[in-house]
């Protein structure tokens, strides 16, 4: 290898490094930020708190999100990465003659097609290291942004309808569903938040895997699932979900009886 080429190989490594080096500080800012949001809210902190608790400085959180609220879109992106079912994306939208260009979140659907990967979705998030992160954050993030100001407002009120219009989607390509007994996935959207938010109501944190086991054992009544169906589910469950399958045969099962 000549001199020249060690240098610039040197130097293609050293940018390399550099750039991983950003991308995990920004991980640890987004990750700490998601913390203090699931337990403080979005107006229990500033930036300056979220450098103190991570432990880097201010300026370091400033040059990679400039603003709590560009920082708040990126937690959103990660919550949804988490629970599996929405695709979306932070990007910069241009902005007209005399404004600054702004970034905002690009909403691009479901990820699942059908029931059995709505499910499988929750089975996943629920043997997630951050299972408990995320659900508090569903619930802070539906309670505060009732707040038309608030930066989770638009995304937040377009979850709900998303997921509205794609259970409905679902039920009605389910094999075995029933014209005659319909299901009603407003109850199930319903079921959700209601326990979500009550399950934090008193300040106690709640067992997120627990919540969510339960939450699908009253899903697949609602849906209509038997036994066998139930069963046939578990062939696309990760083996790192088996757990929080296992513990919704056993509720599903007591339940039945």
């Known amino acids: 290898m000549s001199d020249d080429e060690g240098v610039q190989s040197g130097a293609t490594r050293k940018k390399r490094g550099s750039y991983s080096v950003g991308r995990s500080t920004r991980t640890t800012i987004i990750r700490g930020a998601a913390q203090l949001l699931s337990t403080r809210g979005y107006y229990g902190f500033s930036l300056r708190d979220l450098a103190d608790e991570i432990g880097v400085s201010h300026p370091t959180v400033m040059y990679h999100f400039p603003t709590k609220d560009a920082l708040v879109l990126h937690v959103i992106h990660a919550f949804e990465d988490a629970f599996g079912i929405f695709d979306v994306d ?61 930066p989770a407002h638009d995304h937040f009120s377009y979850r709900v309808e ?62 209509h699932y038997s036994a066998e169906q139930l069963l046939a589910l578990g062939s696309m469950i990760p083996r790192k979900a088996a757990a929080p399958f296992q513990q919704l045969l056993v509720e599903y099962s007591s339940s039945s009886k």
């Open 90 to 150: 932070v990007v910069t939208r241009e902005g007209v003659e005399g404004e600054a260009d702004q970034l905002v979140l690009e909403e691009r659907g479901a990820k699942v097609d059908t029931m059995n990967e709505w499910i499988a979705a929750h089975l996943r998030l629920a043997a997630a290291s951050d299972n408990q992160i995320m659900t508090d954050l569903d619930r802070v993030f539906t309670v505060e942004s009732v707040n038309e100001s608030h």
């Open 162 to 223: 998303a997921m509205l219009q794609l259970l409905e989607r679902l039920a009605e390509k389910m094999p075995d569903r029933d014209p005659e007994n319909p299901v009603d996935t407003r109850r199930l959207v319903e079921r959700w938040y209601g326990m979500v938010i009550l399950g934090g109501w008193d300040g106690e944190r709640f067992d997120s895997r627990e919540l969510i086991v339960k939450y699908l054992a009253f899903a697949v009544r609602e849906l």
